[in-house]
């Protein structure tokens, strides 16, 4: 599991990797138009720098020589129109094409959230959140960098230096030729940077990784480490994957601190050339000083998209590796399925029936073994057990969290795997141990944001089960803001809240999945009224460590290690003394106990 982690975070990376190409542009697809228009817009500007030199050539070999005002005059206007229209005609593109990738890659990331919304929980249970989180941000955005600057700025590259080479030609074959001896040396120094930027910038991401990854589980325990004075030995860990991430970064920037003073360094070898031999041939009058002059600026101006074009490369590389990690996220299928033909699941009346039923989280380790039961519409059943028995295994199977490995469970006599999952959760609502809340307000959470929910049935909600006490004395009542996972709640107020979300939905089957967590004799005696007031007219599954619950409930069953072991109403199971009489008095020594506290 986390092997894999890391090992999708060491995905090097082909610069060009003719399959996953083929699926990104798909996503341009839609904007195909505009690019091929961007494209060729491009090779309008690319001519416009190479004219340039050759503007100047004429000035000087023509009207300089000449001493024609009139005509410098021209081209020098000629000159400065060049630099304004290509000044504007960028503007554009360059809004143009960040536009177009933003495009595109606002699609891609509503499509990955889509997806990761499908996959079944049990992809959650391995993967880690920042792992997802840096999929939808770092991951696309590199992709940004590709659709945007990436592709359409090769051509511009390309047809820059197609212009400048056949400027060059026109003007003096040797000495183009002269001139582009460098070239070699230009290749190989660019050939080795890029092998080496490529390496060090493995480094970089795997170190960022362990960095975000660290900073995330720490301030989720914040308290922990507080509590712990951790604070110093924390730091120390910390810093130690700061510097391994500071010294990964400074190495690839050394790389690229060789690489642009290379360039620039066979750029004036270059120039030097042209001097040499240029010059010898002005003197021997084979050519113009114009064109000496033209040469010179074009050698400036050729290196500029050669470097540029090294660093589309990385764009690329790290363009494909994300991309490589994306989809294989959009390929992951671990989805709950739907029945191709769902059965017809309407107004239901609660009946739930499990038959065989065997399931496993992990491959081979089955937690819940052979278990039969079924519950008569209206019914309230608690299940008992002890921690790690598998009694919210139960819930999460009946409510396809999980699919089950044999065996078949039944809601009004149609196996859950022939209807719609919409439709069955419809008719379902859970209040989970962990209560979890939105960032909103109290009245969004109750509600969940469903406009089927007036903000008269969210208060009568709350009302019932006796959270609107605690609601109305908050400044802002129903619409104080909630902060992530209900941070500014107490544990009891948010279990309140959780009560009065399923009420709102009315569902026709309640399942409550309680924590016995540290609530206070009063709470717990408010949460018990909502309880009784929830459990009416509906079919409930109750997993209760309250006796009172327990007590009132129409069946009771024993779950132990993954097995029903006894099931019965309270009397019976009492009169049996196996394992729910041993809990029994376990937990009726414990409430005496409370009692004469
Ligand atoms: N388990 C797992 N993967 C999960 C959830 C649970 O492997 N995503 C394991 C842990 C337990 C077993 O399954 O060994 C049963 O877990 P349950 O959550 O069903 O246990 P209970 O709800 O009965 O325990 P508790 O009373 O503590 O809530
Ligand atoms: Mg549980």
């Given at each position: ?12 990376g082909?610069?060009?990797d ?25 090779v ?89 989180v ?20 090769v ?43 490529r ?5 970089v991401?795997l ?30 860990k ?58 010179i600026q ?19 590389q ?32 609660g ?39 598998g ?8 409510t ?11 809601v009004?006599?149609k ?49 019932l ?31 309140l ?46 997993i ?29 199971l ?24």
């Open positions: 599991m986390s092997n894999d982690y890391k090992k999708d975070d060491e995905i090097l082909k610069a060009y003719s399959k996953l190409m083929k699926r990104l542009l798909s996503y341009a697809k839609p904007y195909r138009k505009y690019i091929i228009f961007a494209i060729l817009m491009n309008v500007v690319a001519s416009l720098g190479p004219i340039r030199p050759y503007l100047t050539k004429i000035a000087v070999d023509n009207y300089i020589a000449n001493s024609d005002y009139k005509g410098l005059m021209i081209i020098g206007l000629l000159l400065l129109a060049s630099l304004l229209f290509q000044a504007v005609i960028q503007y554009f593109l360059i809004y143009f094409t960040e536009y177009l990738g933003q495009k595109i890659i606002y699609d891609l990331r509503s499509q990955l959230f889509s997806h990761v919304q499908k996959l079944a929980l049990k992809f959650f249970d391995k993967t880690p959140i920042g792992r997802l840096t999929r939808v941000t770092n991951d696309i955005e590199s992709l940004n960098a590709l659709f945007s600057s990436g592709i359409v700025m051509f511009s590259d390309i047809f820059i230096i197609l212009w400048i080479f056949g400027f060059m030609f026109f003007l003096d074959v040797k000495l183009s030729l002269v001139t582009l001896s460098v070239l070699p040396f230009l290749f190989y120094g660019t050939f080795l940077f890029r092998r080496k930027v390496e060090s910038y493995r480094d991401r170190h960022l990784a362990r960095l975000n990854s660290y900073m995330q589980e720490h301030i989720t325990g914040m308290n922990i480490v507080q509590i712990f004075n951790k604070e110093k030995s924390e730091l120390k910390f810093s130690s994957i700061n510097s391994d991430y500071r010294k990964s970064n400074i190495k690839s920037i050394f790389y690229y601190a060789v690489f642009f003073p290379s360039v620039e360094l066979i750029s004036s070898v270059a120039v030097g050339l042209i001097i040499w031999y240029g010059g010898g041939n002005v003197l021997s009058s084979t050519i113009t000083i114009g064109v000496l002059f033209a040469f074009y050698t400036e101006m050729f290196f500029r998209p050669i470097r540029d074009l090294s660093e589309k490369y990385n764009i690329m790290t363009a494909m590796a994300s991309s490589e990690r994306i989809f294989k996220l959009l390929d992951n299928k671990a989805f709950i399925n739907n029945s191709d033909t769902p059965l017809n699941f309407d107004n239901i009346k009946e739930i029936e499990f038959k065989n039923v065997w399931f496993e989280y992990k491959e081979n380790e089955p937690v819940l073994k052979d278990i039969n039961f079924r519950i008569n519409p209206g019914e309230t059943v608690a299940i008992v057990g002890a921690t790690g028995a009694k919210t295994s139960i819930i999460n199977i009946l396809r969290f999980y699919d089950i490995k044999s065996g078949n469970i039944f009004d006599g196996d859950i795997k022939e209807v719609n999952k919409r439709d069955l959760r419809k008719y379902i609502s859970i209040v989970l141990q962990d209560v979890f809340l939105f960032s909103g307000t109290i009245s969004s959470n109750i509600s969940m944001d469903n406009p089927n929910i007036s903000y008269e049935k969210i208060k009568k909600a709350a009302e089960v006796g959270a609107d006490k605690f609601i109305e004395a908050l400044p802002n009542k129903y619409d104080e803001i909630v902060m992530e996972r209900g941070a500014t709640l107490s544990v009891g107020q948010k279990q809240i959780s009560f009065a979300r399923a009420l709102a939905y009315n569902p026709q089957i309640l399942i409550l999945d309680e924590a016995t967590s540290s609530i206070d004799t009063e709470t717990e005696e408010l949460i018990q009224k909502a309880i009784e007031k929830l459990l009416i007219g509906r079919t409930a599954i109750v209760a460590h309250r006796l009172s619950t327990i007590q009132n409930a129409d069946k009771i069953i024993v779950l132990h290690k993954g097995e029903i072991r006894e099931t019965g109403n309270h009397q019976e009492l009169a049996k003394k196996g394992i729910y009489y041993k809990l029994y008095q376990l937990q009726y020594k414990d409430q005496e106990i409370n009692k004469s506290a």
